[in-house]
């Protein structure tokens, strides 16, 4: 393809690695968006009722037992004078969110009206706080920023707490009391989240487009915690600084031979999935392909497994400079495994070997986005290995729902090894080193 | 959109455009659209017939057309007339052409339709059961798009 789509695809990719350098638990207040350095958030909770201290600060609203610590709950809105909308009489049996906070060796917790997500942005975009702000006094905001066109403020939680402990006067604007005398229990219902995995959710969706889901959530738990571990003998925080961050984390997600010709070994197994015999056509669907590894791959084992049948592999993807190299790949001997070599599926080329003509014309390569419609007929396999992951939630499902009505009945589904579905209309088949489905 | 296809048609917008406009050209990403869309304003269309369907459009705003009207034919246009119009519709046929010329030494072969040519605000243009691939060129004379939707006849 020509040097021009590169270079466009570069400056495309140049865009997307803006660094992210810092991170923050965003919340509401009021209707307004806030941000809290990660850093400073020992964690999430819900809790329920906090004993009441007789003559504090007005925003003092208590404390409460976490687990064994003691921890004062503080009112945001009230320490700020930040108007609250007319509130509904408030519900005593609702949760309230806390952001528990560590500040100068004290842990508070701080009542917000919801906690939104962890959000990684550049310390570049962050802008000092206008000073005309309003709400909030402008010494305890560190700056500004717009993610997705919502403004967040982010405090300065050392610099509150630090004056807060000092007693530096606060001149009460109401002598009111809160009237609430909630009785201590300890009985509170709780839950707390790590914001560390969620920031790397988060993460893994800015850098590498890839999408935790219920699809490939298993992994992720289980490779946050040997994320962790790495990090820890580097002394490092387990988050994702960046793309490279973001690709060493995934680096055990991929299929075993993704970007490769398929081994003697793995045609097997995808073999033994499959049917002895078929009747007809057969017709398979490559979506993801890439450079067209796979595809080239599918293309020789079918043809090696159904020497009688007609084949014709339907590879598409939407990275336009993987695709384009995928119609004139050119390989060099050690690339190309033995079962391949010498099924007859190879010539010499200009360059180095090349696939023989019978090879390339059972292949379809198409620049196309899985999303869109798909216009290809239906199919007897569908191998679409960690791309799932790469798709929104919302694609997953209306993909899967695509898979399952292109596939002829008994039609097969491979999905990445990592990857595992639970769709109505598909069985799982046991199977080692693949995640593979047939349509009932 | 088939691989193979699309090549043919950067390079021949690229080269056409360089000769007849001469100056530096920029390309921007190529992406996909599957939806409606939104015209510039000036639009010719040529269809392609064979074993492969589709449509080609170049894509641009009224004054962009003029002013390439006007660099084609060394005189100033100030208004979308006839020469101006015979001028873009005239762009569009020698870029498809090329394009096919290019795709049938490849072993594709096509027809094409007279080109159209469509003038006029808030348009929209909408394809189905074929995706468009969307090639936007920068001038020296402004932005235009070359639209191609093919597809393979079943």
């Not at chain 1, 905001?141 to 403004?151: K, M, N, P, Q, Y």
């Not at chain 1, 995934?250 to 097997?268: A, G, K, N, V």
């Not at chain 2, 296809?5 to 390309?27: C, H, M, Q, W």
């Amino acid at each position: 393809m020509s040097a021009m789509i590169d270079e466009a695809i570069e400056r495309q990719e140049e865009k997307q690695q803006k660094k992210i350098d810092f991170k923050m638990v965003t919340f509401s207040l009021a209707g307004r968006d806030y941000g809290i350095d990660i850093m400073k958030v020992d964690g999430i909770s819900k809790i329920d009722k906090y004993t009441y201290v007789p003559n504090t600060y007005p925003f003092v609203k208590g404390v409460y037992n976490l687990r064994g610590d003691i921890i004062s709950i503080i009112d945001m809105g009230k320490m700020f004078h930040i108007q609250q909308p007319a509130q509904a009489a408030k519900d005593d049996s609702k949760l309230e969110n806390i952001l528990i906070i560590k500040s100068c060796d004290l842990k508070i917790g701080v009542i917000v009206d919801s906690v939104d997500k962890v959000l990684g942005i550049s310390r570049e975009s962050m802008q000092d706080p206008p000073s005309l702000f309003g709400d909030i006094n402008i010494k305890y905001i560190s700056g500004v920023t717009e993610v997705d066109d919502r403004l967040y403020i982010i405090l300065d939680t050392d610099k509150i707490f630090s004056e807060e402990e000092e007693k530096k006067a606060y001149q009460t604007e109401s002598d009111e009391i809160d009237e609430h005398d909630s009785i201590e229990t300890m009985d509170s219902q709780e839950e707390s989240a790590s914001p560390g995995i969620n920031f790397i959710i988060e993460t893994l969706n800015t850098f590498s487009r890839f999408h935790v889901s219920p699809v490939n959530r298993k992994w992720v738990e289980h490779r946050y915690d040997q994320w962790v571990e790495i990090s820890q003998k580097r002394g490092q925080e387990p988050q994702l600084v960046d793309e490279a961050d973001a690709n060493e984390f995934l680096q055990t997600f991929f299929s075993r031979e993704t970007h490769q010709l398929w081994s003697d070994e793995y045609r097997e197994k995808m073999e033994s999935i499959l049917p002895a015999k078929m009747d007809g056509p057969l017709d398979v669907w490559n979506p993801g392909c890439g450079k067209g590894f796979e595809s080239y791959s599918l293309a020789c084992l079918l043809k090696r497994k159904y020497p009688e049948n007609r084949i014709k592999v339907w590879a598409n993807d939407s990275n336009l400079l993987e695709i384009s190299m995928a119609t004139n790949i050119v390989l060099q001997k050690a690339q190309i495994p033995a079962w391949i070599n010498n099924g007859g599926f190879i010539q010499d080329g200009s360059g180095g070997k090349v696939f023989t003509k019978a090879v390339k014309d059972a292949l379809y390569f198409e620049f196309h986005d899985i999303k869109h419609k798909n216009m290809v007929p239906n199919m007897n396999l569908i191998v679409a290995r960690d791309l799932l992951s790469y798709l929104e939630p919302e694609g997953q499902k209306k993909v899967l729902d695509e898979f399952h009505g292109k596939l002829k009945s008994n039609g097969i589904l491979v999905l990445g090894e990592n990857e595992s579905i639970e769709h109505p209309g598909f069985r799982a088949i046991e199977a080692e080193a693949l995640s593979a489905y047939v349509k009932e | 959109m088939r691989v193979e296809y699309i090549n043919p048609f950067v390079e021949a917008a690229f080269s056409i455009l360089k000769e007849v406009l001469g100056d530096d050209l920029s390309r921007g990403e190529l992406y996909l659209k599957a939806t409606s869309q939104p015209i510039l304003g000036v639009t010719a269309i040529v269809g392609l017939a064979g074993d492969v369907e589709g449509r080609v459009l170049i894509d641009l705003t009224e004054k962009t057309a003029m002013k390439i009207a006007s660099a084609m034919n060394g005189e100033e246009m100030t208004t979308l007339n006839e020469l101006a119009k015979a001028t873009i519709t005239e762009l569009a046929n020698m870029i498809t052409a090329q394009a096919v010329t290019k795709l049938s030494e490849l072993g594709f072969t096509f027809d094409l339709t007279p080109p159209t040519i469509i003038t006029g605000e808030k348009m929209e243009i909408t394809n189905y059961e074929v995706e468009a691939l969307i090639v936007p060129i920068e001038t020296s004379h402004g932005k235009l798009e070359i639209n191609v939707a093919l597809r393979e006849r079943n």
